[in-house]
């Protein structure tokens, strides 16, 4: 009896050194756009100084299949452990990035 071939499946290897692993925190976030692209920064703010810890540049089709991927991700959270309430916004800070 033959077996029906099997799509090959491509595994990509990704690589990352200890301090990217390690990740870093964030308490605010910045969008910015072009036609192009979005840049999302991501900030850690304590004032009186903050720090952009990342900033992660992507194509508008890309950052659609991220929103899909992390509402289904945050469905799944709230589907094993609750509600999230929405945090407020928080009050200006008052400092610009240099």
């Not at 200890?18 to 969008?31: H, P, R, T």
């Not at 299949?65 to 509600?83: Q, S």
Request: hydrophobic share 40%.
């Amino acid at each position: 009896m033959t077996q029906p071939i099997q799509p090959q499946q491509n595994q990509l290897q990704i690589k990352a050194d200890d301090k990217i692993l390690q990740g870093v925190y964030s308490n605010a976030m910045q969008v910015q756009h072009s036609k192009e692209e979005f840049v999302i920064d991501f900030m850690n703010l304590f004032p009186p100084a903050g720090t952009l810890n990342a900033r992660v540049i992507v194509s508008p089709g890309h950052l659609k299949r991220m929103i899909a991927a992390l509402a289904e991700n945050l469905a799944k959270y709230e589907g094993n452990f609750g509600k999230i309430d929405t945090a407020q916004e928080p009050a200006e800070i008052g400092f610009a990035a240099k």
